[in-house]
């Protein structure tokens, strides 16, 4: 796995509720990602991460933000849930100069 | 942007036939297209992976080709056994920097004994 662990596995939310979700990994990997995996579209880039402080914005970033105040940790959150974002959210990892990138478990998210 | 069409979105095969899963990209600075496995419940992991300076690479039962010039790529396996049964996915990148990775829609492949 990478050394990625997502939390939380999974959660039940409430429409208009802010939520956060967080990808830690453990070996220092500069660049990290937030997908979104839904049946019939496969996963969708929400926004990525190339440093400290450094990110932007991808595919599907509307109704999203991010921040990564340290290495090890990018957070995405939800500022005002919609059903819409019920989704499973992955978070995955690209060691600096590779191509190959690591996924975490996931996290399922149902707004209600 | 790029865009990733796979087919098909579900397949069956007999163990110890083959598959061929298909995808096509519409950006031609695509330089990098990896598949990915994912079983029941597990994050996305890569299997086999491709650039474009290369039409086909092979990984024991599992082998890709590419034609650049039609903007397409298929996966092939080779005497299925019932732990292939997963759902594979197709991406394209640029391969530079950040790997944003545009992903195919999945295809269930389903390996009947």
């Known amino acids: 796995d990478a050394g990625i662990t997502q939390s939380p596995r999974h959660k039940v939310t409430e429409t208009g509720t802010p939520v956060t979700l967080r990808c830690h990994q453990t070996?220092?990997?500069?660049?990290m990602y937030w997908y979104r995996q839904d049946p019939g579209h496969g996963l969708r880039l929400i926004h990525y991460?190339?440093?400290?402080?450094?990110?932007d914005k991808g595919e599907v970033s509307d109704g999203y933000s991010v921040s990564r105040s340290k290495t090890e940790d990018f957070l995405l959150t939800l500022e005002s849930a919609t059903s819409s974002q019920t989704s499973v959210y992955f978070c995955?990892?690209?060691?600096?100069?590779?191509?190959?990138?690591?996924f975490g478990q996931g996290t399922r998210l149902t707004v209600v | 942007g790029e865009n990733v069409e796979q087919h098909p979105s579900t397949l069956s095969v007999q163990e110890g036939d083959s598959a061929v899963i298909k995808c096509t990209y519409s950006?031609?600075?695509?330089?990098?297209f990896p598949w990915y496995k994912q079983e029941l419940g597990k994050g996305p992991q890569l299997i086999i992976d491709?650039?474009?300076?290369?039409g086909e690479k092979k990984d024991q039962r599992i082998a890709v080709t590419l034609n650049k010039t039609a903007k397409h790529f298929s996966l092939h396996i080779t005497e299925t056994q019932p732990e292939d049964s997963a759902v594979y996915f197709c991406?394209?990148?640029?391969?530079?920097?950040?790997?944003?990775?545009?992903f195919g829609q999945g295809t269930r492949l389903t390996i009947n004994p």
């Open positions: 991460s190339y440093g400290v402080k450094d990110t």
């Open positions: 995955a990892i690209t060691q600096t100069g590779g191509t190959e990138a690591f």
């Open positions: 950006d031609s600075a695509s330089n990098y």
């Open positions: 991406a394209a990148s640029t391969g530079q920097g950040a790997q944003k990775l545009v």
């Open positions: 491709i650039r474009s300076n290369v």
């Open positions: 070996e220092n990997h500069r660049y």
